[in-house]
T-cell receptor
Framework: GQQVMQIPQYQHVQEGEDFTTYCNSS?????IQWYKQRPGGHPVFLIQ?????EVKKQKRLTFQFGEAKKNSSLHITATQTTDVGTYFC???????????????FGSGTQLTVLP | DTAVSQTPKYLVTQMGNDKSIKCEQN?????MYWYKQDSKKFLKIMFS???????INETVPNRFSPKSPDKAHLNLHINSLELGDSAVYFC????????????FGPGTRLTVT
């Protein structure tokens, strides 16, 4: 089935440093979504990108969708301890069953911010 | 008001037992899901229901049986629990299938001993 891959799996940064996580799909995506899961919490929707080359910002977070709509990135400027958590990208893809199109999550990047 | 709720939050049980997890959403969404999250945080879709109809059954053992009495509820029953079933199970909902953002419940941490 179609896959959504995400790197790195883990990232430790010092507070104030920047952080980036990357997402790649084996096929073109109609859109890409990003979620954040705090430790002990549940995934929370952050944003959706739809257009080729789209860039969106939420305060210190910058989201990009690649020109070919097969990759995306999330960049956090000057990380804070509140940024700790796992960041997931997700894109609609056909699963191994080959039937319905379903939001497929990347493996996530676990971010640790050291004070 | 909690948008997507799950009960129980924690579930500790022995191998071989049968248990159920309940999920309710008050968002008026048509589609609901069950995910399993392992210790490495990987989120794996298990089931998807649209308007009470099963849409996706992603190669889940038939010990797992979802039931949707109405489109606001999706319950998960697990028979003959195994050690490998230990994980966090998330219920989620979305306005429709495929392209819509999903809203997750708080999760149920299942521990099988």
């Amino acid at each position: 089935g179609q896959q959504v891959m995400q790197i790195p799996q883990y990232q430790h940064v010092q507070e104030g440093e920047d952080f980036t996580t990357y997402c790649n799909s084996s096929t073109t995506l109609s859109n890409i979504q990003w979620y954040k899961q705090r430790p002990g919490g549940h995934p929370v929707f952050l944003i959706q990108l739809v257009k080729s080359g789209e860039v969106k910002k939420q305060k210190r977070l910058t989201f990009q969708f690649g020109e070919a709509k097969k990759n995306s990135s999330l960049h956090i400027t000057a990380t804070q301890t509140t940024d700790v958590g796992t960041y997931f990208c997700a894109g609609p893809a056909r699963l191994s069953s080959g039937s319905a199109r379903q939001l497929t999550f990347g493996s996530g990047t676990q971010l640790t911010v050291l004070p | 008001d909690t948008a997507v709720s799950q009960t129980p939050k924690y579930l500790v049980t022995q191998m071989g037992n049968d248990k159920s997890i309940k999920c309710e959403q008050n968002l008026g969404h048509d589609t609901m899901y069950w995910y399993k999250q392992d210790s490495k945080k990987f989120l794996k879709i298990m089931f998807s229901y649209n308007n009470k109809e099963l849409i996706i059954n992603e190669t889940v053992p038939n010990r797992f049986s979802p039931k949707s009495p109405d489109k606001a509820h999706l319950n998960l029953h697990i028979n003959s629990l195994e050690l490998g079933d230990s994980a966090v199970y998330f219920c989620a909902s979305s306005p429709g299938q495929g392209d819509y953002e999903q809203y997750f419940g708080p999760g149920t941490r299942l521990t099988v001993t």
